[in-house]
Nanobody, 125 residues
Framework: QVQLVESGGGSVQAGGSLRLSCAAS????????TGWFRQAPGKEREGVAV????????DYADSVKGRFTISQDNAKNTVYLQMNSLKPEDTAMYYC??????????????????WGQGTQVTVSS
């Protein structure tokens, strides 16, 4: 199994920045991709960004493109989400999730088979 622990959430003013971290342990060699998801009160969970472990390719939701950057340090088994120019609508619980080879899928939300506990991000205006 894979264990994921998020950190770095907090409260910031609009226009500010935060960096979230996702530390993985366990069978980390099996992880094909790691994604960040978020869920605001009263809204559905949405994908934010994803990074592929081996190739390092990334993808972003249109709502965060140009503001957020996902990166990874495979030696540390850690994935980061740098969030700049934060807006109140970015307020949400942010979750780190991993999809493993064979057991998961990087292409759909349901395919991420391991999830962290979440870290709260609050952006005030």
């Amino acid at each position: 199994q894979v264990q994921l622990v998020e950190s770095g959430g907090g409260s910031v003013q609009a226009g500010g920045s935060l960096r979230l971290s996702c530390a993985a342990s366990g069978y980390t060699y099996s992880v094909e991709c790691t994604g960040w998801f978020r869920q605001a009160p009263g809204k559905e969970r949405e994908g934010v960004a994803v990074v592929y472990t081996d190739g390092g390719s990334t993808d972003y939701a249109d709502s965060v493109k140009g503001r957020f950057t996902i990166s990874q340090d495979n030696a540390k088994n850690t994935v980061y989400l740098q969030m700049n120019s934060l807006k109140p609508e970015d307020t949400a619980m942010y979750y780190c999730a991993a999809a493993t080879h064979y057991g998961g899928s990087c292409h759909t939300e349901w395919g991420y088979n391991y999830w962290g506990q979440g870290t709260q991000v609050t952006v005030s205006s």
